[in-house]
Structures are given as C-alpha cells and as structure tokens.
C-alpha cells in the first residue's frame, strides 16, 4: 500500500492572523485561499513539498455542528487544547529563534526529551500546539 499525508487540518479565528503567521513566520507557501459565505480556507505548506498541505480553516463549519458544540470548540481554542501539529526541522535552534522574534506563544524553547527526541513547542494564533522535532 502507498499512502501519503496530503493536508491536515488545523482550525482559525483570523484568517489573516493566521494566514501572517504560517507564511510569514514559519515561511509557508500559500497554495490555495477560498472563501464561501464570509468564511475562508486557506491552504499553505512548506516550499519544495507540495504533496503536503495545512489547510487552516473555519471552526466548526460543519453544518452539522451544534451550537453547544461550536461553544466547547471555541473554548478549547482559547485554552489551546484543540488542535496541535507536528512539524521537523533539522535547525531546530533557528527555527525556534525565527518563531521567538516573529511573536509565537512560547510553550516550551528547545529541549532534550527523555523520549529521544529534541523538540520545542509554540501554539499559533489559534491556540493550535505546534511541536517541532529536530531533525537528526
């Protein structure tokens, strides 16, 4: 079997903050931007992979989700506790400096974990959680 990730999806509450953050910030290409009834999803990923997307979109857009469910979304948003990602990097050190000065939400600056990786983590504008492995 030959299964790739193509896109994942990570939610916003401002599309353009967020559209700011991952191309500015963590240098993302923007590959698509669509918008339907005063909603947008935006479509970005890192240059030279483009079998692999982040699609920032609308929370709970779904039709078929509650009013009540939109609430919890919205405050797990707020805490930080919706959504998260994993990316890598093999200049860890750089990439941390260049979220530092760019104005992430620092959750935890470069460290050795005793599961074997060296990773740190930032949450985006969204509150998404943005783990960041060190390539070795």
């Not at 600056?109 to 990773?119: I, K, L, M």
């Amino acid at each position: 079997m030959d299964i790739t990730i193509h896109a994942t999806f990570l939610p916003h509450d401002d599309p353009d903050i967020s559209l700011a953050f991952y191309r500015d910030v963590l240098g993302f290409e923007v590959r698509d931007d669509v918008g339907y009834e005063g909603m947008r999803w935006i479509t970005v990923g890192p240059a030279g992979q483009p079998g692999t997307s982040i699609v920032l979109e609308p929370p709970a857009a779904d039709p078929g989700v509650t009013d009540d469910e939109r609430r919890t979304i919205a405050e797990m948003m707020a805490k930080g506790t919706y959504a998260g990602i994993t990316l890598a990097t093999a200049d860890l050190d750089g990439t941390f400096a260049r979220l530092r000065a760019g104005g992430a939400e620092i959750v935890q600056e470069p460290t050795e974990q005793p599961y074997g990786v060296r990773d740190c983590a930032v949450r985006d504008p969204a509150g998404n959680l943005l783990r960041i492995n060190e390539l070795r």
